[in-house]
Every structure is written in C-alpha cells, then in structure tokens.
C-alpha cells in the first residue's frame, strides 16, 4: 500500500522552460509535504517543504503547491537549468507522536534539463 | 567535512554472511535514521533512535538490528543475510523530532548486493 506516489518516472525539459513534477497521496492525516532531490551516488537533500495549512510555499526559483482536496502536490521550477537534472522525491509525515520522524516517500521522478 | 556519513559505501557478500553498516552525524543531532531503497526505488523507512532510544520499528526481520552507542552513531547489524537484502541503504539524521517538519539529513547510502 503506497501511501504516496509519482507517477512519471522521467520528466525530460529544456533550459529556461518550467519544470513541474507531480505526486499523489493517499493519506488525509499527512500534515507535511517535503521535496528531495537526489543526484547519483549521493543522498537526497532536503529542497522545500510545505504544511498542510498551506496550498503554496515558495523558495527562489522553487515553489511547491499543495491541493488538499485533490491529494495532491507539485513543484515548480522555474527557470530550469541543467544542473537541476537529478531525482526528485516526495515526501509526506504523518500526524501524531507514533509517526513523528517518519517519511514516506514516493519512488522518484528523474528530470533531465537539457541546455 | 561530511555532515553524515556512512561506511561502507559498497558491499558485496554472500548469503548467509552477517554484516554491519557504520553511520555517524557530526550535526549535533538528537535523532537518527536507517532507511532501505529498494529496486523499486522507494525510500522506506527501518529504524530510528532519538538520543540512543529506539523511537521507530518498522515490520523489518528481527535479522536487522539497528545499534546506537551513542546519539551521533547509528550502525545496522544484519544477520543470516539473503538475496532480498540487496538494495542501498540510507543513514539519516535530524533535529529532535517533536514538531517535525520532515527535513532529513542523509549520508550517501551503503549499496548491499548479496550473492
């Protein structure tokens, strides 16, 4: 049971265009939405987060929307640029003291930026 | 100066073997966290300790057993391992985890292939 998911695996844009990678959520309970970006051999890095009292948050070239009713998030990128290309995850946790610290994650989307 | 940082980084090793997975934060962090990626590239979470206590158990086999002789080292044990132990394992660490907004510091992971 995938509580949150990315459907596109793959996410392929031109420099200087918009970037928009999406993921669903099953779970009305989750009250934190974070993006990671990955890039290869390393960890993912936390990128921006939102709450879920919020529908935006956004940092520099970065913004999340959030669509509570929909269950469901995106970020934007805007403009893209080449060494944005890596994986990005979704992320979501959960309310109350048995799942504080734990994040469920999608399984990725890999963006390419080509210049 | 790696804020997190896991040894070893490559490990390859027989069914049956028992391995460790070494993991230490120089964040000054409360909490750490062992995470599993998968083949299917979902992050999911295993274990993880807030101050040396176990906070989080998920349904891992009682063949994993998660160590923290202090609050900036966090070591996986694994025992009798098998094939579907293959997978790279991520050691993460946080701030105290009460009002936890979800940001994730995570080294650069631990591929296990098991033959």
């Known amino acids: 049971d995938q509580q949150v998911k990315q459907n596109s695996p793959s996410l392929s844009v031109q420099e200087g265009r918009i970037s928009i990678l999406n993921c669903d959520y099953t779970?009305?309970?989750?009250?934190?939405f974070l993006w990671y970006k990955k890039y290869p051999a390393e960890g993912p890095t936390f990128l921006i987060s939102?709450?879920?009292?919020?529908d935006k948050n956004e940092d520099g070239r970065f913004t999340v929307f959030l669509n509570k009713s929909a269950k469901h998030l995106s970020l934007h990128i805007v403009p893209s640029q080449p060494g944005d290309s890596a994986v990005y995850f979704c992320a979501a946790s959960g309310a109350g003291s048995s799942n504080t610290g734990k994040l469920i994650f999608g399984q990725g989307t890999t963006l390419q930026v080509k210049p | 100066d790696t804020a997190v940082s896991q040894t070893p980084k490559y490990l390859v090793t027989q069914m049956g073997n028992d391995k460790s997975i070494k993991c230490e934060q120089n964040?000054?962090?409360?909490?750490m966290y062992w995470y599993k990626q998968d083949s299917k590239k979902f992050l999911k979470i295993m274990f993880s300790y807030n101050n040396k206590e176990l906070i989080i158990n998920e349904t891992v086999p009682n063949r994993f057993s998660p160590k923290s002789p202090d609050k900036a080292h966090l070591n996986l044990h694994i025992n009798s391992l098998e094939l579907g132990d293959s997978a790279v394992y991520f050691c993460a660490s946080s701030q105290d985890p009460g009002g936890f907004a979800g940001e994730l510091f995570f080294g650069e992971g631990s591929r296990l292939t098991v033959l």
């Open positions: 964040l000054g962090h409360d909490t």
């Open positions: 779970n009305s309970m989750f009250d934190y």
């Open positions: 939102i709450s879920s009292i919020k």
